[in-house]
């Protein structure tokens, strides 16, 4: 049986599958969600000690019942995110577009990292995957949707690390993973997939103990 255990919420294709394969070869095991099947993931699954669960971010229920005990996992990671309208326009936005960005990438996760946290042993790791999009110090504006919803995510997972996970001594990770070849990140990013998990993993492994940080692939810190 493996030692370390991880639950990545958001595994189905790019990050969030790159690095359910990542921790699977080192040994981990591997607690992975997709919201409808994913092949790919089922394929990865067969060969290493991983489970396939179905979840949505937005749906506090679909977790609910993921069958893990009490602090049984090393880490969890909310990885799910979207992009959000493609006019991605302050001036243009819909409160269903503002609605939909921000519960899939800020108060869903959000939400998910406080309800599962008693999953995660004391002096574990709660992470996020955000953007550097999300960090208002760096921003000169555009994507409009996408940069807020990563700031207010940002902002609630610092707020989970004060507020709920510091009585257990559990870092909390905002992970920034680069610009990546994803149906997300497209054909012209900087990074693939093995390169940014391989960093991502070694930031994650090598966390918690309480805290919280906004961080990159290579683990450098980055501006709140
Ligand atoms: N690629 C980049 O350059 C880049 C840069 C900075 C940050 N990020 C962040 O990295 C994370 C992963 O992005 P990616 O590039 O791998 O994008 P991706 O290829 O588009 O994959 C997005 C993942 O999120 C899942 N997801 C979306 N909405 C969900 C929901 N409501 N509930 C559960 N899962 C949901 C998707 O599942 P389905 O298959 O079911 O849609 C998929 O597994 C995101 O949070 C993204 O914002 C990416």
């Known amino acids: 049986m493996a030692d370390k255990s991880i639950l990545i919420i958001g595994a189905s294709r790019g ?8 921790f699977a070869a080192r040994g981990w095991h591997v607690h992975a969600t997709e919201r409808d099947r994913s092949d790919d993931l089922h394929a990865a699954a067969e060969n290493n000690v991983m489970t396939v669960h179905t979840a949505d971010v937005t749906d506090p229920k679909s977790y609910a019942g993921l069958g893990l005990d009490e602090g049984s996992l090393d880490v969890i990671l909310i990885n799910a995110g979207i992009t959000g309208a493609d006019h991605q326009d302050a001036a243009k936005a ?19 990292g406080k309800e599962l946290l008693p999953l995660i042993k004391d002096g574990g790791t709660l992470g996020f995957t955000t ?55 497209g054909p012209d990013a900087t990074l693939t997939i093995e390169e940014s998990v391989t960093g991502l993993a070694d930031v994650i492994a090598s966390a918690g103990g309480g805290g919280y940080r906004f961080v990159d692939y290579k683990n450098a810190d980055l501006p709140f």
Not at 15 to 22: E, P, T, Y
Not at 139 to 166: C, F, H, I, P, V
């Open 131 to 185: 953007s550097l999009m999300g960090s208002i110090a760096d921003s000169s504006g555009g994507y409009d949707l996408y940069r807020t919803s990563k700031a207010a995510q940002n902002m609630l997972a610092k707020g989970t690390a004060e507020q709920d996970a510091r009585g257990r001594d559990i870092q909390v990770l905002s992970l920034h993973p680069g610009w990546v070849q994803t149906d997300m990140g």
């Open 15 to 22: 990050i969030g599958l790159g690095l359910a394969k990542a």
């Open 94 to 112: 819909t409160a269903e577009e503002v609605a939909h960005v921000m519960m899939t990438n800020a108060f869903g996760p959000a939400r998910a």
